[in-house]
């Protein structure tokens, strides 16, 4: 597609409940990052992905938290039994190749999740 | 969507004036660099980047500068206009082939009418 693509873009769901969010990167980009941006506050890495290597996990947050990418492409944030401060906007971003300095990462408009 | 960045510096620019927006980065080994625009209720946008060995590149309305002795960024916009009216982040590379980022926190840029 012609921009990094999210869905839902606004998700409220009951303390507990599990829910997924998805990413669909630009058209060829290889690398792919999932970034967590609360209130006021700078962009936290949680998960990036590049071709088929394994994943860098390191900065997801508990075990609640999982991601996956299917076929190198479309991935899926998975955040079971939410809880009220998993509230946050979650970011996807792709670049054109990794790991490498100067890989431009575009992002997606976010998915707004509330847990209420 | 929530306005993020609530609690942000703000930059007050009256409509025509140039802004200019700093950022200091934390790594000296960083050697990318980029400016991203995010309004309110939506993701970031790219707006310019720069590598470490150049000090300033222009685009469109804006110019980076970066300065290494004193690991600065800015960010200049020309003629501020209402469009303009977001919050702008850094973000740097941590260089030597990582893929890793560290973003700023932001600061919010207001343009007066």
């Known amino acids: 597609g012609a921009g990094v693509s999210q869905s839902p873009s606004n998700k409220v769901t009951e303390k507990g409940k599990d829910v997924e969010l998805r990413c669909d990167p630009i058209?060829?980009?290889?690398?792919l990052y999932w970034y967590r941006q609360s209130l006021g506050q700078g962009l936290e890495f949680l998960i990036y992905f590049q071709g088929n290597s394994a994943p860098d996990k390191s900065g997801l947050p508990s075990d609640r938290f999982s991601a996956e990418r299917t076929g190198g492409s479309v991935s899926t944030l998975t955040i079971q039994r939410t809880q009220q401060e998993d509230s946050a906007v979650y970011l996807c971003a792709s670049s054109l190749a990794g790991p490498s300095s100067g890989n431009t990462i575009y992002f997606g408009e976010g998915s707004w999740l509330t847990v209420v | 969507g929530e306005s993020v960045g609530l609690h942000l510096p703000t930059l007050s620019v009256q409509e025509g004036d140039n802004s200019i927006i700093n950022c200091a980065y934390s790594?000296?080994?960083?050697?990318?660099f980029i400016w991203y625009k995010q309004e309110s209720g939506k993701g970031p946008q790219f707006i310019i980047d720069?590598?470490?060995?150049?000090d300033k590149r222009q685009g469109q309305r804006v110019t980076v500068l970066l300065n290494k002795t004193v690991k600065h960024l800015s960010l200049q916009i020309a003629a501020t206009q209402p469009g303009d009216s977001a919050v702008y982040f850094c973000?740097?590379?941590?260089?030597?082939?990582?893929?890793?980022?560290?973003f700023g926190t932001g600061t919010r840029l207001k343009v007066l009418a």
């Open positions: 790594n000296s080994a960083s050697d990318y």
């Open positions: 058209s060829g980009h290889t690398a």
């Open positions: 973000a740097e590379n941590m260089g030597s082939g990582t893929y890793k980022y560290i």
């Open positions: 720069i590598r470490s060995n150049m």
